[in-house]
């Protein structure tokens, strides 16, 4: 068999594979939907339970993925994203208990009334059904995607990316090992072949067997999902997040929470990539806030002539790509801007619309900032980092949506279902 032959039946397999798991999760998607919210819970609990006993397992086969990825060169950033440890694994089943705390939104009854003619009205929350998630170096995603996919009565087909697949392969081995436990189909939760990139194409375009694609990763994942589907998709961004400070502010607080949302973990999409410096503050301050970066280990991208006019140094000149880069790393671009208008108009120009921050003391300036900047999250005198489903007091999510259609924001159980209109009468015809 050729080379070229032997390609073909790859991907012939690979979509032959994609759409019979898609098949199989429709199939069982009615009767996810009609599971209690008691036993969803034991579900989740048990399932929690079980990524604790079998975390050497989870580990080994994560350390397969790590040791791969850095013999392909693999950012260090991505395997960051990519690395488990115990205290991970406790921390992704610690969500899963929090996911089986929360209200179940199905069945939730958001609107009502009886009309003139006697016939009850009311509009109830529903699954959507078969939710299928496009990801990148994730596993953690795996857990999570699964969590809220069943407390919210979905069936979910998970297509991570070949870098996690030894880890994705155990956790999802895992969780259908305790859905089969209730007797639950294991297709409650699946994994799906991630050889070719073609597979990403196959879930978007199953219309008529997957209900939502949620795509989560880089820009260029989340535009390959939105412009390819057919599936109705809920885009989730990327987060070029910036933090502006005021010259009428605590200096000392908008560092700390400058370098927080910078360094306490780079590689996640609500973390800071630009500081915005008010040209009213004092030369001495500008400096402090550009060497507190750098002390933490920041590497300062920016108009070299601007920063150095205030003492800076070892300032790498930024390109007009520098300012709308989602670094995920242990970099910043640094800009400073004439008040609080002219930050406004550097965030519309680049910002991704996830999270934008402004250190202030003067509440008229914090107002204008919330009511001006387009974005799903504004943070006022607050670390972009709390732009979290867990912070947000909803458990895992399953991304942070930038778009501004039927879920923004953090998205957790209630943006993972639909509605539908339920009309009780008792024999009411129309005239």
């Given at each position: 068999m050729t080379s070229q032959n032997s390609d073909t039946r790859i991907r012939e397999n690979e979509r032959e594979e994609v759409l019979a798991k898609a098949a199989a999760a429709k199939k069982v998607a009615p009767e996810v939907a009609q599971l209690g919210t008691g036993v969803k819970n034991q579900i989740l609990l048990a399932a929690a339970e079980a990524l604790i006993e079998r975390s050497a397992e989870i580990i080994k086969a994560n350390e397969e993925d790590i040791a791969s990825g850095r013999a392909n060169g693999l950012e260090e950033s991505l395997i960051?994203?990519?690395?488990?440890?115990?205290?991970?694994?406790?921390?992704?089943?610690?969500?899963?208990?929090?996911?089986?705390?929360?209200?179940?939104?199905v069945g939730e009854v958001l609107r009502g009334h009886v009309m003139e003619n006697g016939i009850q009205m009311r509009q109830i929350r529903v699954p959507l059904g078969v939710m299928g998630m496009v990801y990148e170096a994730r596993p953690n995603v795996t857990v999570d995607?699964?969590?809220?996919?069943?407390?919210?009565?979905?069936?979910?087909?998970?297509?991570?990316?070949?870098?996690?697949?030894h880890s994705n392969t155990v956790l999802v081995g895992i969780l259908q090992d305790v859905v089969a436990r209730f007797d639950l189909p294991r297709e409650t939760v699946q994994?799906?072949?991630?050889?070719?990139?073609?597979?990403?194409?196959?879930?978007?375009?199953?219309?008529?067997?997957?209900?939502?694609?949620i795509p989560r990763g880089g820009?260029?994942?989340?535009?390959?999902?939105?412009?390819?589907?057919?599936?109705?998709?809920?885009?989730?961004?990327?987060?070029?997040?910036?933090?502006?400070?005021?010259?009428?502010?605590?200096?000392?607080?908008?560092?700390a929470m400058l370098i927080n949302g910078k360094t306490r973990r780079c590689s996640v999409c609500n973390a800071t990539e630009t500081a915005l410096i008010d040209a009213a503050l004092p030369d001495a301050d500008k400096l402090k806030i550009v060497q507190a970066l750098q002390e933490a280990g920041v590497t300062i991208h920016g108009r070299v002539a601007e920063l150095e006019a205030f003492g800076a140094t070892d300032v790498i000149e930024a390109t007009e790509t520098d300012w709308d880069s989602e670094y995920l790393s242990f970099d910043i671009a640094v800009a400073v801007v004439d008040g609080v208008d002219a930050a406004i108009d550097h965030i519309e120009k680049y910002s991704t619309h996830h999270t934008e921050a402004i250190?202030?003391?003067?509440?008229?300036?914090?107002?204008?900032?919330?009511?001006?900047?387009?974005?799903?999250?504004?943070m006022i005198n607050a670390s972009t980092a709390f732009t979290d489903g867990e912070q947000y007091g909803m458990g895992a999510e399953i991304g942070i949506s930038t778009q501004k259609l039927h879920a923004r924001?953090?998205?957790?159980?209630?943006?993972?279902?639909?509605?539908?209109?339920?009309?009780?009468?008792?024999?009411?015809?129309?005239?």
């Open positions: 960051d994203r990519l690395s488990l440890d115990n205290d991970r694994i406790e921390g992704i089943a610690y969500g899963l208990r929090q996911v089986a705390g929360l209200t179940d939104p995607a699964f969590g809220l996919a069943l407390k919210s009565g979905n069936v979910a087909l998970l297509r991570g990316s070949s870098t996690a697949v994994l799906l072949p991630c050889e070719t990139r073609d597979s990403v194409q196959d879930l978007i375009t199953a219309r008529g067997l997957v209900d939502v694609v820009a260029g994942l989340i535009n390959a999902v939105v412009m390819g589907a057919t599936v109705p998709t809920i885009e989730t961004g990327t987060g070029n997040c910036h933090f502006y400070i005021d010259a009428e502010g605590d200096l000392d607080s908008a560092i250190a202030t003391s003067n509440v008229f300036t914090a107002q204008r900032f919330a009511d001006r900047v387009d974005a799903a999250a504004v924001g953090p998205m957790a159980l209630p943006e993972l279902t639909s509605t539908k209109w339920i009309l009780q009468g008792t024999g009411q015809t129309r005239p």
